[in-house]
């Protein structure tokens, strides 16, 4: 039954492909990948499989696949992608030899991919429950292993009609890294046995970041040496409460890095803000062009006069943080989080919308006093007024989320010593 709904939810795509841009990537990227696979890596063995559904489990296994590649410099290293918005960014990402999509989870795919990679191990991070080939992992002896698991308190591992996930997790991976205790101790009442407690690899991620040397010519000339309001990863709900601000304090700059950078959502930016906005990209044609000095330097008069600052740009969201003295992060209206820790890192007070529960590291720092659910206007104008105005909060904020950060560093280690000992 699972085969069978996998083939038609591939017919239905294959439909929907014809007017969805994204779906068409989807469908596109898979088209002869087997063939493309076995030619890739023909005559290589001892191959490491990392398998990320998106760009967000791929941000979680990024600093384990970095530390690999250095631990290993000669083994042979494959990440496959279930999503295009993870493959479409990192399909030339040099650290590892091949980048591809993940094949559907039919059992003649699942089959057919293990006999052709033959990987001496295979690594899946959060939720990755793709049965047929765990199966065919199982069966030709592969130690596979699960990093970055979180159960919630409904989560259906826990569940009754959750039995199936619990035999996977008891039976095929030869370890399940977790994020914290309380996931440890729900698996290991459900039976499982190869349980860590490992931690979140995103910190490591995010604190190597911070301490690049890093800058943004466009934002510093825009934001003109100021501190200034960010919303990552926003969608029209963080943009609506974000343009309430700007109008509420006018001298002040505010930054949106939008989630999904479709025309649509970035307009509805723009025209709302009433000519005070900016475009990121318009700005680079100012910094590229051969525009006469003098042309220039009008231009450049604009942008720093302007308040708000709509960055269309993908993949540098995690530094731009560093610009930023408080943060607005998406997902919390549609129950899909975004991360935290990418503000966090830098020492800033954190507010998303009223889905946040998903995000564990959003529910430490709620309990310690560093995080904030906004559901309204008049709840973001509330937050905002309180670290604005009080200096003394938010140094006490940012010694808060300092510690918290250094408290949860060092997964990455913890993880490589499951994985290889």
Not at 45 to 61: C, L, N, P, V, Y
């Amino acid at each position: 039954m699972y085969t069978v709904l996998t083939y038609v939810i591939s017919l239905v795509l294959s439909v929907i492909a014809l007017w969805n841009p994204k779906i068409r990537l989807f469908v596109k990227g898979r088209r002869n990948v087997l063939k493309r696979i076995k030619e890739a890596v023909k005559g290589h063995d001892g191959i490491i499989w990392f398998h990320t559904a998106s760009m967000g489990e791929f941000e979680e296994a990024r600093p384990v696949i970095e530390a690999t590649r250095k631990r290993f410099p000669d083994r042979k290293i494959l990440l496959t992608f279930f999503s295009p918005s993870g493959y479409e960014v990192r399909k030339d990402w040099n650290v590892v030899d091949w980048v591809f999509y993940l094949p559907l989870d039919t059992w003649f795919n699942a089959r057919r991919f293990v006999r052709i990679v033959r990987p001496a191990k295979a690594v899946f991070t959060i939720g990755e429950f793709w049965f047929n080939y765990l199966g065919q992992l199982r069966r030709h002896n592969v130690d596979t292993y699960i990093m970055s698991v979180l159960l919630s308190k409904d989560s259906p591992y826990t569940k009754w009609y959750g039995w199936k996930y619990r035999n996977v997790l008891r039976t095929v991976y030869k370890g399940v890294m977790v994020k914290n205790e309380e996931t440890r101790d729900a698996l290991e009442k459900a039976g499982c046995r190869n349980v860590t407690v490992t931690g979140d690899a995103r910190f490591d991620r995010v604190a190597a970041i911070a301490s690049e040397t890093w800058s943004d010519k466009i934002v510093a000339e825009w934001s003109c040496g100021r501190k200034v309001a960010i919303a990552g990863s926003s969608d029209s709900n963080e943009d609506g409460l974000f343009l309430s601000l700007a109008r509420d304090y006018p001298d002040d700059k505010f930054m949106f890095v939008p989630h999904d950078l479709d025309e649509a959502p970035i307009r509805h930016i723009l025209n709302s803000a009433g000519g005070r906005a900016i475009l990121y990209t318009d700005i680079e044609y100012v910094f590229s062009s051969g525009i006469p000095a003098n042309v220039k330097a009008g231009m450049l008069g604009t942008i720093r006069d302007a308040q708000i600052l709509v960055v269309n740009k993908i993949g540098i969201l995690s530094r731009l943080y560093r610009y930023g003295w408080c943060a607005l992060v998406g997902g919390g209206f549609v129950n899909v989080p975004h991360s935290v820790i990418e503000a966090v890192i830098y020492g800033m007070p954190v507010a998303m919308g009223p889905q946040f529960h998903k995000n564990s590291q959003f529910v430490d720092l709620l309990k310690l006093g560093a995080a904030t659910p906004v559901s309204s206007p008049e709840d973001i104008r509330k937050w905002y007024a309180e670290y604005r105005d009080n200096p003394e909060l938010l140094d006490h904020v940012i010694s808060v989320e300092k510690d918290y950060c250094s408290r949860n560093t060092g997964a990455t280690d913890r993880i490589m010593a499951v994985i290889f000992g």
